[in-house]
């Protein structure tokens, strides 16, 4: 007697990195779970995505959003922007801080049918604009930031904090980010750290973080804060906080990527950790527009596809150390079907640099809990 599934994704080339797939293969689904993964030409189903030519992955995870739609000028509509886009799972970096972060949970992270995450900004206020959100020496408290991670750890990640000149009025990026490991340190989380902007040399921001600590933006074109030196290789101390288990995250945004800092770092042998959109309302209309797009850029840039799909599905969910990211038997049922498009596609960085790509990606349909939840008919 054959199986019966609520859902099977039939003929994708499937490439899950963490279990070692990559070959043509049908995924199925029950209960919100993946079921089983393998030839299931005999098996039934109530629903069914036919995949073949087109590539099955694990569900996309962007590891850089912000979410606080009406609340902040960065916050997005993540439920509109997610399912035609393959995000399962994303990640707000610090939208919300310790004074709002239970409205935004109330807001945005409890009615989204996109799995969101967040990190809590060590701001009291979280983002509400492009700048500032440091000045007022009152928001900035190591204690209540880790009380409102304490408070609310479902799905809380740790601590979110941007160390770009002038954040915090006249006070030392340097004390800012001492304040935000604190912080980490008491609630026993990581801490990502924003980093294009600053005016203190990388290496000093690397010397006091931790294993799991994130730092974003890692692409960005600032010569002050970035991973390069003058002749274009990456600094010493860069790879040295790598091999102590710092993650370096692209987070692409409007003014934190660069073809050129890319190119050159992977070159010389430096691949981002993950890749990630930070997408927001003053980029989603581009040059980021969503992860996809994103992830073409690296398509584009040479890094190999089953590197870029780890870098957004086991990689960041390694980052936030939740079950996610893979299509393990029994595993959450979260699952992206991609096409490869060919054409001539404009792909513009932070620093408006456009690129004439032959190649990019394009979301085709979303499993969601073991249930469909967008498909293309085009």
């Known amino acids: 007697m054959s199986e019966t599934y609520d859902l099977i994704v039939k003929g994708g080339r499937v490439i899950d990195p ?3 797939l990559d070959d043509v293969l049908d995924v199925a689904f029950k209960d919100g779970r993946v079921a089983k993964v393998g030839d299931l030409a005999d098996a039934s189903a109530a629903e069914s995505v036919e995949a073949t ?8 995870i962007d590891l850089h959003t912000h979410l ?4 902040s000028i960065f916050g997005i509509d993540v439920d509109d922007l997610s399912p035609r886009t393959g995000v399962t799972t994303s990640v707000d970096t610090g939208t919300a801080g310790w004074i709002n972060y239970g409205g935004f949970r109330k807001v945005i992270m409890e009615p989204a049918e996109t799995r969101v995450l967040a990190y809590v900004n060590l701001s009291g206020v979280g983002l509400p604009y492009r700048r500032g959100e440091m000045v007022y020496e009152g928001y900035v408290q190591a204690g209540e930031c880790a009380n409102a991670i304490q408070q609310f750890p479902e799905g809380t990640i740790g601590v979110k904090v941007r160390l770009y000149r002038g954040v915090g009025g006249d006070a030392d990026l340097r004390d800012l980010l001492e304040i935000a490991i604190e912080a980490a340190r008491r609630c026993e989380k990581p801490l990502m750290v924003h980093i294009s902007g600053s005016d203190v040399p990388l290496p000093e921001l690397l010397a006091p973080l931790r294993p799991q600590d994130v730092i974003t933006h890692c692409y960005h074109g600032d010569e002050i804060a970035g991973i390069l030196d003058a002749s274009g290789k990456v600094l010493p101390e860069v790879r040295d906080a790598r091999d102590r288990g710092i993650i370096f995250d692209i987070g692409h945004g409007v003014g934190s990527f660069s073809f050129d800092v890319g190119r050159k770092a992977m070159d010389d042998g430096f691949p981002p950790d993950t890749i990630s ?24 840039l040479g890094m190999p596809l089953e590197d870029i799909i780890e870098r957004v599905t086991d990689a960041p969910a390694r980052a936030v150390e939740w079950d996610l990211g893979h299509l393990g038997e029994g595993a959450v049922g979260d699952l992206t079907v991609l096409d490869i498009e060919d054409g001539a596609f404009g792909l513009t960085d932070a620093e408006e640099v456009t690129l004439v790509a032959d190649k990019r990606f394009a979301c085709a349909a979303t499993v969601k809990d073991g249930k469909l939840w967008y498909r293309n008919d085009k």
Not at 53 to 60: H, N
Not at 68 to 71: A, L, P, R, S, V
Request: net charge positive.
């Open 53 to 60: 030519g087109k590539l099955v992955t694990p569900g996309l």
């Open 277 to 300: 959109s930070d997408i927001h309302g003053l980029g989603i209309n581009g040059p980021t527009y969503d992860l996809p797009t994103t992830m073409s850029k690296f398509l584009h």
């Open 18 to 20: 963490r279990n070692g």
């Open 68 to 71: 606080f739609k009406d609340f």
